[in-house]
């Protein structure tokens, strides 16, 4: 079964396109007018091993925040859709990771109920070049919203808001990436005592 996807959005603040395979090698083509998102959403895709492609414009002339939101939002509609009934996937996933002097963990669970939670400080009103890094809260909580999942964001401790944000793109991909797979143990079977992961 192919778990793969293409989603546009366009409003008069943005127009994006999203395609997405689950199911990938980590290929990927991202466009956006915010050179340091296009970085993270790379890191994303090569990471997590998602074949990944994703095409922007935005009212960036005002700033930053309408183009990160909505590619959250696409984004993570287009795993909502790729997913299907979330039949035999793992459904959980974690990953804790370093880079340098940071040490980030992200957990998700797509149960098909949306729920954020951020637990990052140090990024206040921190900017990487033209980038504000608290648009990276933004992202991630339009994210949860349309992929209808739990995401925890957890930074046990950093310094360079770089390395932090890269680090948490990296831990979101591996979790993402171990909690999308097939476990072949349930025979195509929802992993939910309900039954269901979408109602």
């Known amino acids: 079964m192919a778990r793969r996807t293409r989603l546009e959005r366009k409003t008069k603040e943005t127009q994006i396109s999203v395609s997405l395979d689950i199911d990938g090698s980590g290929q990927q083509q991202i466009e956006t007018p915010v050179p340091f998102l296009s970085h993270m959403l790379d890191a994303f895709a090569r990471h997590g091993m998602f074949d990944l492609a994703i095409h922007s414009a935005g009212d960036i002339e005002i700033d930053a925040h309408h183009t990160v939101e909505d590619i959250g939002l696409v984004l993570g509609g287009a795993f909502e859709q790729a997913l299907g009934d979330r039949a035999g996937i793992v459904r959980y996933g974690s990953a804790t990771l370093p880079m340098d002097e940071v040490l980030a963990?992200?957990?998700?669970?797509?149960?098909?109920?949306?729920?954020?939670?951020?637990?990052?400080?140090?990024?206040?009103g921190k900017w990487i070049g033209d980038f504000d890094c608290e648009l990276v809260r933004e992202f991630f909580g339009a994210f949860a919203t349309k992929a209808q999942c739990n995401l925890h964001v957890v930074l046990h401790y950093g310094g360079n808001a770089h390395h932090t944000i890269e680090c948490i793109y990296k831990a979101f991909a591996r979790a993402c990436d171990a909690a999308t797979k097939i476990d072949p143990r349930l025979g195509g079977a929802v992993p939910s005592t309900k039954g269901t992961l979408t109602k």
């Open 105 to 124: 963990t992200v957990a998700v669970d797509f149960c098909g109920r949306p729920a954020f939670v951020w637990r990052v400080d140090g990024l206040e």
